[in-house]
């Protein structure tokens, strides 16, 4: 049992936050810090700075552009992307649609779609959820029916983030509507330019515009445009579900926010005191990092052991690092707005447009507050990684 | 970066677990519970002979050697079949003193009795004011001639009742509260001056409030700096908080594992109550506080080895924090899923939740070790 990382492994950690320091650009690592909205271009032009140094996709498997890092590498350059902060790659392509196409997909598939993920050509988005499906995701009823060489796809989804933004959709359809639920869904990719495709943003309370409802009214599809076999699409969105563990627990952002607390908590002043030494908020402080420590040797575990004994089947763990890793994140945003106090109150609208340059360090405080209440209900919510815990792991 | 045990240490698992199936049902403890003092001396010669009460201390003093790693592996197992012997008090403090700062007069002397379990130990330090505060010490020791005159009282030594040895923290100089001006003190428990007065502890253990009259020892007895021992004294009481740890890893396992074969057999409305989503919700509950404690444990343990004394010392306390609050949400919820059942004195959930909640208090409660964590600016 030990602790600490080898040599070669500093020496990455050091190579991966040098990279960051010369290559983040210094405007979109100022937006992240103060938890405002990055612009399209902003995040894309981050996205092929990284992609053009090879560390785009950096999990995929070696043939597909990814780099064969260790699983201690991967955490060491996903807790530096978070702590800088820098944007992480689009999880819609790199860590969701991508391994569905490198694992399930055919060969046209893989060579069509993989380098333009990488690169980000294509802006892919989720669709998943519908007004009738969330937690109960099989429930769904997006139909696509087949005529001729066509797909033909009708139905509604919801909560599908950065829609707006969109190029391409990765979506389950119901294709046989005699199966049981999880039996007749497919998985099926197609652009978002397509006729029939509406897109209708949804404002959330922080007053952002980040997800949207997506509507298909006779959305022709060609039909090579299936991901792997016909009905199968609820296995392949399950592997696509499980994928995603390790940064899952957001362990960087949550170190950073606590950063940034201690940063503005000791220029607040309240009843002639730095807020930093107020022992009330100091204990609520303290608390969260004792358990943002716990977390992270936990999320240690995992990654020791995935490196260890291969990634094998999802990991329940996993569910520890989501319920936590969002409870986490979800204090640190609620101990900025104790440190801003009555200063939290002004409201500005923000949004993918710059104008909002001069608003000071308190605009983003209560919509981030706002915003992150959703940590802990997207990507299977807290109550459902219960669920799992409590049959996967209690054998409940 | 490794979480995994070597091929010795899963050897020492196995052994140590072997042990304690066979030896330590909680019937058998029931049986233990009633022996002179409260524990078993067959077990502890059982101890003795697999070589545990030898696991921390050296090759050449006649131990085995091991680090901190066994030292968690032993105390989790302990947890696990809630142990009442000695453990804590006899090897993990009075060895760790003797270890750390005893002369080799004082280790040949002392440890070969710990190593074979012919005698056991205590640390008598808590005073009715001191709370948690370790430097907080109103006994004195009085230099006569080369020796010290002890005295002063303790209370709640964990095995005060029984130890055959006691070791001791008085005041050499200064005030109640100085940092210096401390010492440590060998004192057989039979030396003239010394009473004690012994009682079970609501975990099922035994403690005992100790008084020191005029109680004369040589100046052999004291370890390391008579009038600087502070550091030893925080050095293996973070040690012991490390143990503490462990074992309450282990108390936590084994309720979390008892109240889900619990729910899963207890009927109601026709099922097994474990198939109510409210309960379900609780153990994952349980399931995450575990692993967040389990992490910190293993943390305090390579912590122990940290260069920097402040980055130990930090690390150490958040662990028992960690600790404390885990284990009063997994001792509380595993009382409330038996349900009336765990309100008894017969089933076992109860003495594991009593367990918990004693650790809690020993060398420093949640708020306390939060506070230490927070004077020293955090973890980040």
């Known amino acids: 049992m030990d602790l600490a990382f080898t040599k070669e492994e500093q020496a990455f950690r050091e190579e991966v936050r040098q990279f960051f320091k010369d290559n983040v650009p210094a405007e979109t690592r100022r937006k992240m810090v103060e938890g405002r909205h990055l612009s399209k271009d902003e995040m894309v032009t981050w996205w092929r700075i990284l992609n053009k140094k090879g560390w785009g996709v950096s999990h995929w498997p070696k043939e597909y552009g990814g780099t064969g890092w260790t699983s201690v590498q991967h955490y060491i350059f996903n807790e530096e992307l978070q702590a800088y902060p820098a944007p992480q790659p689009l999880a819609f392509g790199v860590s969701m649609v991508g391994p569905v196409i490198y694992t399930f997909g055919n060969e046209e598939q893989k060579k069509k779609y993989l380098p333009r993920i990488a690169n980000v050509d294509d802006w892919w988005c989720q669709g998943f959820s519908e007004p009738g499906s969330g937690s109960d995701l099989a429930s769904l009823k997006t139909k696509a029916e087949r005529r001729g060489d066509k797909w033909i796809i009708n139905g509604q989804k919801t909560w599908t983030t950065l829609a707006q933004h969109a190029d391409m959709i990765?979506?389950?359809?119901?294709?046989?509507?005699?199966?049981?639920?999880?039996?007749?869904?497919?998985?099926?990719?197609?652009?978002?330019?397509?006729?029939?495709?509406?897109?209708?943003?949804?404002?959330?309370?922080?007053?952002?515009?980040?997800?949207?409802?997506?509507?298909?009214?006779?959305?022709?599809?060609?039909?090579?445009?299936?991901?792997?076999?016909?009905?199968?699409g609820w296995d392949y969105a399950k592997f696509l579900l499980g994928n995603e563990r390790t940064g899952i627990a957001r362990v960087g952002v949550s170190k950073e926010r606590i950063r940034r607390i201690k940063e503005l908590a000791a220029k607040v002043e309240s009843g002639g005191r730095p807020v930093l030494e107020d022992p009330s908020f100091r204990e609520k402080l303290t608390a969260c990092e004792v358990e943002l420590k716990a977390l992270e040797l936990t999320q240690l575990r995992v990654v020791a052991d995935e490196g260890k004994h291969g990634k094998g089947k999802p990991n329940p763990a996993s569910s520890v690092?989501?319920?936590?890793?969002?409870?986490?994140?979800?204090t640190t945003?609620?101990?900025?707005?104790?440190?801003?106090?009555?200063?939290?109150?002004?409201?500005?609208?923000?949004?993918?447009?710059?104008?909002?340059?001069?608003?000071?360090?308190?605009a983003q405080i209560a919509p981030s507050y706002f915003n992150n209440r959703k940590v802990s209900i997207y990507g299977g919510s807290n109550e459902i990684q219960r669920n799992i815990i409590a049959k996967a792991v209690l054998g409940l | 970066?490794?979480?995994?045990?070597?091929?010795?240490?899963?050897?020492?698992?196995?052994?140590?677990?072997?042990?304690?199936?066979?030896?330590?049902?909680?019937?058998?403890?029931?049986?233990?519970?009633?022996?002179?003092?409260?524990?078993?001396?067959?077990?502890?010669?059982?101890?003795?002979?697999?070589?545990?009460?030898?696991?921390?201390?050296?090759?050449?003093?006649?131990?085995?050697?091991a680090g901190g790693v066994e030292t968690m592996i032993v105390m989790e197992a302990m947890g696990r079949a809630l142990v009442l012997e000695p453990y804590l008090a006899t090897v993990v403090l009075s060895g760790g003193f003797l270890r750390h700062g005893g002369s080799a007069a004082q280790k040949a002397a002392h440890l070969p009795d710990i190593i074979d379990g012919s005698k056991t130990f205590a640390f008598a330090?808590?005073?009715?004011?001191?709370?948690?505060?370790?430097?907080?010490?109103?006994?004195?020791a009085k230099k006569k001639g080369d020796g010290y005159v002890i005295d002063g009282e303790k209370f709640v030594v964990l095995n005060g009742e029984n130890a055959d040895t006691l070791i001791v923290t008085a005041r050499t100089s200064g005030g109640q509260r100085d940092k210096s001006g401390i010492g440590l003190f060998i004192v057989p428990a039979d030396a003239k001056g010394v009473t004690r007065k012994g009682y079970p502890t609501q975990d099922g253990l035994h403690a005992a409030d100790i008084t020191f009259t005029g109680v004369e020892v040589g100046a052999d007895a004291a370890i390391g700096d008579a009038a600087n021992a502070l550091p030893l004294i925080e050095r293996v009481v973070d040690e012991a908080r490390i143990a503490l740890c462990a074992e309450a890893v282990g108390l936590m396992d084994e309720s979390l594992k008892t109240t889900v074969e619990y729910i899963k057999t207890r009927k109601q409305f026709g099922v097994a109550i474990g198939s109510f989503q409210s309960l379900q919700h609780r153990a994952s509950d349980m399931f995450v506080a575990l692993e967040q404690a389990r992490s910190m444990s293993m943390f305090a343990t390579m912590a122990a080895e940290f260069d920097d004394a402040k980055e130990r010392a930090t690390s150490i306390a958040a662990a028992k924090v960690q600790?404390?609050?885990?284990?009063?949400?997994?001792?509380?919820?595993?009382?409330?899923?038996?349900?009336?059942?765990?309100?008894?004195?017969?089933?076992?959930?109860?003495?594991?939740?009593?367990?918990?909640?004693?650790?809690?208090?020993?060398?420093?409660?949640?708020?306390?070790?939060?506070?230490?964590?927070?004077?020293?600016?955090?973890?980040?």
């Open chain 1, 333 to 362: 945003t609620e101990l900025l707005m104790e440190v801003i106090g009555p200063f939290a109150a002004p409201y500005d609208i923000h949004g993918d447009d710059d104008s909002n340059e001069t608003m000071d360090w308190t």
């Open chain 2, 323 to 380: 600790i404390g609050k885990s284990g009063k949400f997994v001792g509380q919820q595993a009382i409330q899923l038996h349900g009336g059942i765990g309100m008894t004195m017969e089933a076992k959930i109860g003495h594991y939740f009593k367990r918990l909640t004693m650790i809690e208090s020993t060398f420093g409660d949640t708020d306390y070790h939060m506070r230490r964590v927070s004077e020293a600016g955090g973890l980040i």
């Open chain 1, 321 to 330: 690092l989501k319920i936590k890793g969002s409870e986490i994140q979800q």
């Open chain 2, 125 to 140: 330090q808590l005073e009715k004011q001191s709370r948690y505060d370790l430097f907080d010490v109103a006994t004195s």
């Open chain 2, 1 to 65: 970066m490794d979480f995994d045990l070597t091929e010795e240490q899963r050897l020492l698992k196995d052994s140590i677990d072997g042990l304690l199936a066979d030896a330590y049902d909680f019937d058998k403890r029931k049986l233990y519970m009633k022996e002179k003092g409260g524990w078993s001396q067959a077990i502890w010669s059982k101890l003795a002979e697999q070589g545990l009460l030898g696991l921390p201390f050296s090759e050449e003093d006649g131990g085995f050697g």
């Open chain 1, 170 to 232: 990765f979506c389950l359809c119901r294709t046989d509507p005699s199966a049981k639920k999880q039996m007749g869904i497919s998985f099926i990719v197609f652009s978002m330019k397509s006729k029939g495709v509406t897109v209708r943003p949804i404002q959330t309370i922080d007053g952002g515009h980040e997800v949207n409802e997506v509507f298909f009214d006779d959305v022709e599809v060609p039909i090579e445009n299936l991901i792997g076999e016909e009905n199968k």
